[in-house]
């Protein structure tokens, strides 16, 4: 079988993260990557391939069968919309776009072309996470009754030299709880509402140091959430499993869900069930630690997306589903801002 022709918009942090995972795969030939800073020649030099200044450039040079865009939030309708009308199926970084409108636009225009968007929310390839989802949609822990989750840490102080990051935008509900919101809806079920609160009291800038949230599932279950850039704890995904060699591992549990007859403590998975029939607070418990195998999983979403691309699977994160990942999302913000519950 010929390499499909892969293209990459955005040669940043997150640019090289897709480039890499590209070198483990023999389903793709690197056609060009898209950027106009000068930076890029040097990533364009490494990986062996053409450097463009703009999308429309590299599209017209190249004919891709996939594009990756890995460009920041606020750029990511033009060229998203661009590859699908030359024809190429694109894998979009979260969030999916800056707002509602560009999301429909992206959708309409994915219908329009009879081309996939597939959105990289990267954790849903973890054997782990699907394991979770299993554990739960199945009865497992019987009916889902609540969610406790957070996200605490502590971002380093130069990480907002950068004025950009000061900005409501690059605050931790939309950099970080995109990517919680996405693991709730996928393990536990759509949201149905949401009600938060924010402050901003430690670094007094635009974006918010901490979040508290309040969300009803479609099942029935209510569920809470902690978000924070400005907690030091050891209480995160990537503090959980260690899959950022900049963030030591505590193996610590950072979202908690519970049913009738038993409990799931998250992302590493320890099972919590009665030793006997019955459930209740007198009975005995015993815990079981399943195991869990690190991935990588920008290789598991790239090898999807060539599965996407040649029409033998549909696209796990759709840019329906990754839009409704967006809106519980910055319905966080509306809450907060409004004082009101926000449904949707």
């Known amino acids: 079988m010929s390499q499909l022709k892969l293209a990459i918009v955005g040669a940043g942090v997150i640019g090289k993260r897709h480039l890499l995972a590209s070198t483990h795969l023999d389903d793709f030939s690197l056609v060009g990557i898209a950027d106009p800073f000068p930076g890029a020649q040097a990533v364009a030099e490494k990986y062996n391939t053409q ?6 450039e590299m599209l017209r040079a190249t004919k891709p069968d996939g594009v990756v865009v890995a460009t920041p939030t606020e750029h990511h309708l033009e060229p998203t919309l ?3 009308d030359a024809g190429a199926h694109v894998l979009v970084e979260k969030p999916i776009m800056s707002d509602m409108q560009e999301c429909e636009q992206t959708i309409a225009k994915s219908q329009s072309t009879g081309k996939h968007v597939l959105v990289g929310h990267q954790r849903r390839y973890y054997a782990l996470v699907n394991k979770a989802r299993e554990l739960i949609q199945q009865g497992h822990i019987g009916k889902l009754i609540s969610v406790s989750g957070q996200w605490t840490v502590r971002k380093p102080d130069d990480y907002y030299d950068a004025d ?3 900005k409501w935008q690059a605050g931790p ?3 970080n709880m ?4 996405d693991l709730l809806r996928y393990i536990a079920g759509d949201i149905t509402s949401i009600t938060a609160e924010t402050a901003n009291t430690s670094l007094n800038f635009e974006k918010e140091d ?3 949230m309040v969300l009803r599932f479609k099942n029935g279950a209510l569920g809470t959430f902690l978000i924070s850039d400005q907690s030091f704890s050891p209480w995160s995904w990537e503090h959980a499993l260690g899959e950022n060699a900049a963030i030591p591992r505590t193996k610590q549990n950072s979202i908690k869900f519970m049913g009738t007859t038993g409990s799931l403590e998250f992302p590493n998975l320890t099972l919590w069930k009665s030793t006997g029939d019955k459930c209740n607070w007198s009975s005995e418990f015993e815990s079981t630690e399943l195991v869990n195998e690190q991935e990588d999983a920008y290789i598991k979403q790239l090898s999807h997306f060539h599965d996407v691309i040649t029409g033998t ?10 839009t409704a990942t967006l809106r519980a999302t910055l319905a966080v913000y509306d809450s907060a801002k409004s004082g009101a519950r926000v449904t949707f």
């Open 313 to 322: 699977q549909p696209p796990l994160v759709s840019a329906a589903d990754a």
């Open 164 to 166: 950009w990051r000061k």
């Open 51 to 56: 450097l463009f200044e703009t999308t429309s």
């Open 210 to 212: 901490v979040a508290a």
């Open 178 to 181: 995109i990517h919680e919101m």
């Open 82 to 84: 661009q590859s699908l």
């Open 173 to 175: 509900i939309l950099t």
